[in-house]
């Protein structure tokens, strides 16, 4: 990855040199140095992983004389995004449900496995700690 710095500032990202850039052509092929001259500079990104109760936040970029190093920041949470959490994790268990609702049909006995998993599920909201979405361990599935 390469970062344009113009006017000490990145203006452009990119994955690859492009082939021509303003009045160069075979920018892919130049030297090191001469890339760093025309304010081509390698990028190294610093990867950060959140946590469960974490989210991407803004990258911190640093220009450096011969390189752009991008810092990948996290921070916790907010009430509001811990909300979508909340209505993420409901969503996955309500299609859960209804992909298990024909056990119930009138003409079908429902087993005490399949009745268990059902009241498992209508139950796992009140015993799932947020923080662990989206790696919560769900109750085990059953076959048809």
Known sequence: MYALVENNSVTRFV???PTAWENISGLHLASPAELQAWGWLPVVTTETIPANNEIRDTDQVNIESERVVVVQRVRAKNKEEISQDWVALRVERDRRL???DWWGVSDRTMTVE???????LRNFPA???IADWPNVTWPTE???
Not at 114 to 120: C, F, G, P, T, V
Request: proline share 0%; charged share 30%; net charge neutral.
């Open 98 to 100: 209804r992909d298990t």
């Open 142 to 144: 059953l076959g048809a």
């Open 114 to 120: 399949q009745a268990q998993y059902r009241s498992d």
């Open 127 to 129: 015993v799932v700690d």
């Open 15 to 17: 994955s690859k040199l």
